[in-house]
């Protein structure tokens, strides 16, 4: 059976819009500052990849491709404290499955270390680093604030030779964790906090999940991420707006030490934030760790592996980031644009299907018992090539239980005593009676009887009634999980967001027979109903368990 996957095979296309960063580019080329482009995308592995994160990957391998240039994948980890393999590992696969491709150019900060120090001793040498003992609290205290400037520390003049000797000995592990660290020796008065003799190495006792227990002394991030660039010639450092006040830290960085003859440049742009969700790994950790949802690659959490799990395709999610488009501010997009981009592609190639998620026996008086006759469906309107399939039905069926009401208020065009519905490529059925449990007034199943005359290519099958229903026979249909979605953060009444404990609901529902066997990862749209997939953890071709991706409808117009 066609799975509508087809997306997924497709080779990925450059496919990114005009933004402002290529404006800058675009004169980069013209006035000979750089001759090709080269960027990068740096993540930290403190956790699993998120939306967010996708936005930067298609912004920065996208950028690449259009221009021609290269993108390297590169983990920054320079902080030993909160990485771990299982990250790295992560990354990777969401990396490469929304569609990008960094060939040989994999590349760990780590690997930098040995340069790392000795750039750091030739800005020893040059005067413009030196050792400091205070503690971070005291380092804190001389630190000033946005309005007053701050003051020196009494070792900022120490001796060159002293600060080599003692850059040394912290690597070489002679003295306790927080007893001393590295400082660029830049300007205690400088309006810019990051320029305030910012620490560029710190002392930590700490194996590192590439180099064991090497180091024991760790650059930090602002030292480290500028020379990462450099030595892997990158020309355009993309990167997020909170790293704007940092650009003249990464400048003096490179132009100190002088040794790059074409450094790169930094540009930022607005981080993605959604509407319904959270979006930093910290607070997604938190999510996980407390049991909120199953795991990082829950089908409720916007990672990325959380959404492929739910079902979106990579083609929907670059599409995603490609119309959120690159800001210079920060801004919050709807969630529900998410949403439009995935129904939008599978609207187009997703295998039509009928499954009931709540289940209501429907029984057909007059029909023959032991009838059977095939209803021939359409796979999908959208593509005249998808053809159809035959469905089998039968005098005993299961429809939606929320499609009967016993007591309609006065639009309900579906079930209702005495009223007539079509049942979907079938016949026009009228309820005659609804059969209920004595004791607890549950509805047990609805008798109907049906119009023979009224099946397609006979002379009732131009009969019009209101409402078409979608079914599935009892002894043909398959069992299987149904999950359904809400957000995992909804408004409280204070218009706060909140975790919502209701954003999964799991159902027993039945499918058309020719779901069987289908394989985990495969969409659908379910008549009606929205698009499924079949989850790439717990389901089996014998044992069917389906995501909800979306429902049908959206709230999103396009355009607004
Ligand atoms: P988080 O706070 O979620 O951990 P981060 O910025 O610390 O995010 P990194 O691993 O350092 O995560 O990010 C790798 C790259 O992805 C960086 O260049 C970063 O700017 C970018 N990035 C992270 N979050 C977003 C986002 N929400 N929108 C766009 N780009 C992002
Ligand atoms: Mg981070």
């Known amino acids: 059976m066609d799975t509508g996957n087809k997306t997924n095979n497709s080779k990925t296309e450059a496919n990114i819009s005009g933004n402002f960063i290529h404006d800058i580019i675009d004169r980069h080329l013209e006035e000979g500052v750089y001759k090709k482009v080269h960027t990068r995308f740096p993540p930290e592995p403190n956790g699993y990849l998120h939306i967010g994160h996708a936005k930067s990957i298609c912004l920065n391998f996208g950028t690449a491709a259009k221009y021609n240039g290269l993108c390297n994948l590169r983990f920054d980890d320079t902080n030993p404290a909160k990485e771990e393999l299982e990250y790295v590992e992560s990354i990777i696969e969401d990396v490469k499955w929304l569609g990008f491709d960094w060939e040989d150019r994999l590349y760990f900060a780590a690997d930098y270390f040995d340069k790392m120090y000795e750039y750091a001793i030739m800005l020893i040498e040059k005067g413009k680093a030196y050792v400091d003992d205070l503690s971070a609290e005291e380092i804190r205290k001389l630190r000033g604030t946005l309005t007053e400037p701050g003051k020196n520390s009494p070792y900022r003049d120490r001796p060159i030779e002293e600060n080599l000797d003692l850059f040394r000995r912290m690597k070489a592990g002679e003295f306790e964790d927080g007893t001393r660290v590295l400082r660029a020796k830049i300007d205690m008065a400088s309006p810019n906090m990051n320029m305030r003799d910012p620490v560029i190495y710190r002392i930590a006792h700490l194996p590192h999940h590439r180099t064991g227990d090497k180091w024991c002394i760790y650059p930090m991030y602002d030292y480290a991420h500028p020379l990462e660039d450099a030595i892997e010639n990158i020309t355009h450092s993309i990167c997020t707006l909170e790293f704007e006040d940092h650009r003249p830290l990464y400048e003096w960085v490179l132009d100190e030490l002088g040794i790059f003859p074409n450094p790169p440049v930094q540009i930022e742009f607005a981080r993605l934030e959604l509407t319904n969700t959270v979006m930093s790994k910290r607070k997604l950790r938190v999510l996980v760790e407390e049991g909120k949802v199953s795991d990082w690659d829950d089908p409720r959490m916007p990672t990325i592996s959380g959404l492929r799990r739910r079902g979106y395709t990579p083609t ?9 488009g690159v800001a210079k501010n920060n801004s919050v997009v709807d969630i529900a644009l998410l949403e439009h981009c995935l129904r939008e592609e599978l609207n187009k190639d997703a295998q039509r299907v009928m499954g009931v998620l709540n289940p209501l026996k429907l029984v057909i008086t007059n029909y023959p018992d032991d009838k ?73 199943e609805i008798r109907c009887s049906y119009d023979p005359e009224t099946r397609s290519g006979l002379p009732g099958a131009k009969r019009r009634v209101k409402g078409t229903l979608h079914w599935v026979s009892v002894k043909h249909a398959i069992p299987a999980t149904i999950r359904l979605y809400d957000y995992l953060f909804v408004e409280d009444e204070n218009g706060e967001m909140q975790y919502n404990p209701d954003s999964i609901k799991e159902l027993k529902g039945y499918v058309e027979p020719s779901l069987k066997g289908t394989e985990a990862g495969s969409r659908f749209q379910f008549f009606r109903q929205g698009y499924f997939c079949t989850d790439i953890v717990e389901s089996k071709p014998d044992d069917l368990v389906f995501n909800q991706i979306v429902p049908l409808k959206s709230s999103y117009k396009p355009g607004k």
Do not use: H, W
């Open 316 to 324: 929907s999610i670059r599409d995603f980031a490609d119309r959120v």
């Open 372 to 444: 059977v006759e095939y209803m021939e469906l359409e796979n999908n309107q959208e593509d005249p090539e998808a053809g159809t399939r035959d469905v089998p039905f039968s005098k005993e069926l299961y429809i939606e239980r929320e499609d009967f009401m016993e007591d309609p208020p006065r639009k309900f065009f579906r079930l209702a005593p005495g009223k007539e519905v079509r049942l979907k490529n079938a016949y026009i059925i009228k309820c005659e009676e609804v059969v209920k449990d004595e004791a607890t007034g549950d509805i047990l």
